[in-house]
């Protein structure tokens, strides 16, 4: 039971005047279930191509990816599938609650049935107040914690967060970890990129260090010894990453 | 697909840009067909042929244009604005087919549309009973479901545009599609036509063809001449299957592509 990423690569096309970019290089790796996966690397290494390969949205020019042996699109179809975007706007003039009744419909849920556990996550990262407001009026913060209670108010399977802290104040960053760390517990399996290492510190189990599209390193999380910021720094020297530095 | 049509339904109604350029088009409609003769004929001599010709013209020419830029704009709407705010990320990952949900976005604003359709229907049936006008349904009819394929066309063509320009942007390509309509049928635009060696409407049956819209004039009052001269018959001398035709095949097209997106 896990998810198997096997030899994928991708490439963005160029243009008549551009060539073209390769984003991601034969990345192979298993995660196994109930497990969380943090995905680190500078700015432009591959992780969203990644992340977006494994949610369907890009298409591999080459490689597999599978969940519990089956295509990802079995997970999207079962509504077990749970994404929050590194950035997004939600419809203007909507307001969270409407728009997961609606999004819990697409998934086939029936919204009524995760009324109770909305309201406690609306309740635990302090939204009750924007809890009838559209989301034109929400701020960067409020709009990153409404993004999250949409990715796992239906307790997905596998659960893909990309930069999921980033310009959250530090009290909603720690709630957010620890409900990560409850998905994990009831055995969801978790993907997650941010460049706030810390936080990984709190929930990930395994590290996977990209690095221009290559994996240049997969390590689980208690063979770290010390910082993670100093493990990674190390990583990429070793790996010729930082000719700046 | 019902899941899709709801949610799109949703968005459509809560978005207040749509709902008052909705009302304000209503207007403006009403205030044509209004100004242009009617107003002025009450109480006149004017006889009642004249007055049904005023009034139904106008109102149906006006709604003509109408619907054509409400088509435009709510076919920017399919894919367009999610694509823009990144919502679509969320939604592709929730709902699992790709095809059922242009589909069933494309009925949702089809669905809106046949909403404002209707009330254009009972709008010019409303003031043909204030002005007491007769009620020629078989010119009401006609012009209708005239009005109905030239959305649906402007609709999917602006829809296709719309999985590759984000926000409202592919407005712009059915408006553009829009100019075409009016070069080759009635030479709107006099620049083209005077820089041209030749008349460009001659070639309408040919042109006509890539963004097929029918042009209304109601039998009961427009000489065959006339009706003649604007007649534009595509490769299928039929207009009517050849516009649903043209429909289906752009939706088949724009689920291709949609599916081939990479997001």
Not at chain 1, 119 to 129: A, I, Q
Not at chain 2, 76 to 102: C, E, M, W
Request: charged letters at 15%.
């Amino acid at each position: 039971m896990s998810l198997n990423i096997t030899n994928v690569s991708k490439t963005y096309k160029g243009g008549l005047w551009k060539n073209g970019t390769q984003a991601l290089c034969d990345v192979d790796f298993t995660l196994n279930n109930g497990k969380t996966l943090a995905l680190i690397g500078q700015n432009g290494a591959g992780k969203t191509t990644l992340i977006k390969c494994v949610l369907n949205l890009l298409y591999p020019d080459k490689g597999k990816i599978t969940f519990d042996e089956s295509e990802i699109e079995l997970l999207i179809k079962n509504g077990e599938l749970g994404y929050m975007p590194e950035s997004m706007r939600f419809p203007d003039m909507i307001t969270l609650k409407e728009y997961v009744s609606d999004l819990m419909d697409l998934r086939g849920k029936k919204f009524g049935d995760y009324q109770e556990r909305f309201n406690e996550l609306v309740d635990k990262f302090y939204m009750t107040p924007h809890i009838n407001k559209v989301f034109s009026k929400y701020s960067k913060g409020t709009m990153k914690k409404a993004a999250f209670i949409q990715a796992i108010l239906h307790n997905p399977k596998l659960l893909v967060l990309d930069e999921p802290t980033d310009g959250l104040d530090p009290v909603s960053r720690r709630i957010l970890l620890n409900e990560v760390t409850k998905i994990k517990q009831s055995g969801g399996t978790v993907i997650i990129t941010t460049h706030i290492l810390s936080d990984l510190q709190i929930v990930a189990d395994e590290v996977i260090v990209l690095q221009k599209g290559v994996l240049i390193k997969h390590s689980q999380m208690n063979e770290i010894k010390g910082s993670l910021d100093d493990w990674y720094i190390e990583t990429l020297l070793k790996n010729g990453g930082l000719e700046n530095l | 697909m019902n899941k899709v049509i709801k949610y799109k339904l949703n968005y459509l109604l809560s978005n207040k840009l749509i709902l008052i350029f909705s009302a304000i088009l209503f207007l403006l409609l009403n205030f044509n067909a209004l100004s242009s003769g009617v107003l002025t004929s009450v109480g006149s001599a004017i006889n009642i042929e004249a007055k049904y010709q005023l009034l139904f013209n106008n109102y149906l020419v006006v709604s003509v244009v109408y619907g054509l830029i409400m088509a435009i704009f709510l076919g920017s709407s399919i894919v367009g604005p999610d694509a823009q705010t990144g919502n679509i990320q969320v939604i592709l990952t929730s709902y699992h087919s790709r095809t059922k949900y242009f589909i069933g976005t494309f009925l949702a604003v089809l669905i809106y549309s046949t909403v404002i359709q209707i009330l254009l229907f009972i709008n010019i049936y409303l003031l043909m009973l204030i002005f007491k006008v007769p009620y020629l349904w078989s010119d009401i009819l006609v012009g209708f479901t005239q009005n109905y394929l030239n959305m649906l066309v402007a609709m999917s063509v602006t829809g296709l545009a719309s999985i590759f320009i984000k926000g409202h942007g592919s407005a712009f390509v059915g408006l553009l599609a829009y100019t075409y309509y009016n070069v080759y049928e009635y030479n709107a635009l006099p620049f083209i036509n005077s820089s041209l060696p030749f008349n460009i409407a001659q070639y309408r049956n040919i042109l006509g063809n890539f963004f097929p819209i029918s042009y209304f004039m109601a039998p009961s009052y427009t000489e065959p001449s006339t009706i003649a001269y604007f007649k534009f018959t595509p490769i299928i001398p039929n207009i009517y299957i050849y516009q649903i035709l043209y429909i289906a095949l752009i939706l088949v097209l724009s689920c291709v592509f949609f599916n081939r997106k990479e997001i």
